[in-house]
C-alpha cells in the first residue's frame, strides 16, 4: 500500500550499467508501473522483465535500443506475474535470437538455476533465489555495483504481497545479506539503501504480526459471543482503519497469511466451523 506515488519518466539512466523502462502500465499494484531494466555497456545487453505486453513499452525499448546502438542477447524474468513477462512475446518479434530465462522455466524458456551468473560488458549478474512473493521468485546481485534487482519482494514504494510469508521473511533475511548498495525494484523508485529497505520490511512484518496479536486478545469485539474470536476482516478493519475500505480486501490476504503462520507457530488457533481466529491459551501457560 503506497502513499502519494512519485513521479517517475517513461525512460531513465540510473547509473552507468542500468537504465530503467516503464512497462506502460500503471495502476493500483503496478504502482507507477511495472519497472524493466536494461543492463551493461556494450553492444550486446541484458534486459530484467519485459512489463505486461503494452505497445508503449516496446516502442520506448526500441528507442532506447536506437539511441544506445545496442541489442539484447538474453532476457531475465524474476517471476511469473503477468506483468513481468507479458511482454516476451514483443520482444521476441523485435530479435527471436533472445534468450529467455526464468526460473521453474516453461517451453521455450530456459532455466535459472540459485547463484547462476549472466555476464555482459560492464555488467555482472548473479542470480538469486528468494521465494515468498512467487515460489520461482529471483532477485539479481549487479557485482560491479553491489546493488540487487529485487524483483517484487522488495518495491520501491509501499508494502508487496507473498504467497507464503514464512518462506517471505526467510527470503528477506536472505536478501539483507547480499549487499550494501542500492536496490532496483520491480515496481517503484530507486531505493538507495537497498540493505536498510530490507530490513525496514522485516521490521514491518513483525509489527504487522504484533499487531494481528494484540487485536486476538482484545476484549471488545462486537462481532463474536465469544469475545476473543476474531473473523480476519474484522481484525484488517482494525489494523487498517485510517487506510481507504477499497484497500481492505487486498490488506485481508496479508493478514491471513499471517494468520497462517502464527496457527503455524502454535500462538494461536483457527475455528473453521465459525472462521474465527482466537489466541491459543494453551502456548501462554
Known sequence: MA??????????????????????????????????????????????????GKPAWI????????????????????????????????????????????NEPTEGVLN???????????????????????TDHMALVLEEENAIFTGDNVLGQGTTVFEDLTTYMQSLHRMSSQVSGRAYPGHGPVIEDGKGKILEYIQHRKEREEQV????????NEHSRNTKCWKSMDIVKIIYKDYPENLHAPAEKGVLQILEKLAKEGKIVYNESEDRWSTNRKATL
Open 112 to 134: 535459472i538455476s540459485d547463484g547462476q551468473k549472466f555476464e555482459t560488458t560492464g555488467a555482472t549478474l548473479r542470480a538469486f533465489h528468494c521465494p515468498g512473493h512467487t
Open 213 to 220: 496479536l494484540a487485536v486476538l486478545g482484545r476484549e471488545d
Open 3 to 52: 502513499a502519494t506515488l512519485i513521479p517517475l519518466p517513461e525512460i531513465e539512466r540510473l547509473s552507468s550499467q542500468v537504465i530503467r523502462i516503464l512497462g506502460g502500465n500503471p495502476g493500483k499494484f503496478a504502482l507507477q508501473g511495472t519497472n524493466t531494466y536494461l543492463v551493461g555497456q556494450g553492444p550486446h545487453r541484458l534486459l530484467i522483465d519485459t512489463g505486461e
Open 59 to 102: 516502442q520506448a525499448l526500441k528507442s532506447v535500443l536506437a539511441s544506445e546502438k545496442a541489442t539484447i542477447d538474453k532476457a531475465i524474468l524474476t517471476h511469473w506475474h503477468p506483468d513481468h513477462v507479458g511482454g516476451v512475446r514483443d520482444l521476441l518479434e523485435l530479435s527471436s535470437k533472445v534468450k529467455i530465462y526464468k
